[in-house]
Nanobody, 124 residues
Framework: QVQLVESGGGLVQAGGSLRLSCAAS????????MGWFRQAPGKEREFVAT????????YYEDAVKGRFTISRDNAKNTVYLQMNNLTPADTAVYYC?????????????????WGQGAQVTVSS
């Protein structure tokens, strides 16, 4: 059974940093592209970042470019999202997702597995 478990969320002041982790089990992470998405209250889920299976392709949503960094450690079956210079607009539930396609994907519909989400709250 495939499971993706996010951790590292929490409450932080504006300008602060958090690192989200997504631990995968039941699959070999090294052949999956991974993505991070987020959903704020009353809004639709939106793409944040994606990384290909080889880490050669990485894409970010424009609003997080230069502040967020996606990375992966296939040996640990874990994907990370380092978030710096957080603002209240980053407040959302953050989800990691995995796709059997090894290439980076920006659309949520391309993903096969999803985590349960981690709450990130940024206070002003």
């Amino acid at each position: 059974q495939v499971q993706l478990v996010e951790s590292g969320g929490g409450l932080v002041q504006a300008g602060g940093s958090l690192r989200l982790s997504c631990a995968a089990s039941g699959l070999t992470l090294g052949v999956y592209a991974m993505g991070w998405f987020r959903q704020a209250p009353g809004k639709e889920r939106e793409f944040v970042a994606t990384i290909s299976a080889t880490s050669l392709s990485i894409y970010y949503e424009d609003a997080v470019k230069g502040r967020f960094t996606i990375s992966r450690d296939n040996a640990k079956n874990t994907v990370y999202l380092q978030m710096n210079n957080l603002t209240p607009a980053d407040t959302a539930v953050y989800y990691c997702a995995a796709t059997r396609a090894g290439t980076a994907k920006l659309k949520g519909g391309s993903y096969d597995y999803w985590g349960q989400g981690a709450q990130v709250t940024v206070s002003s």
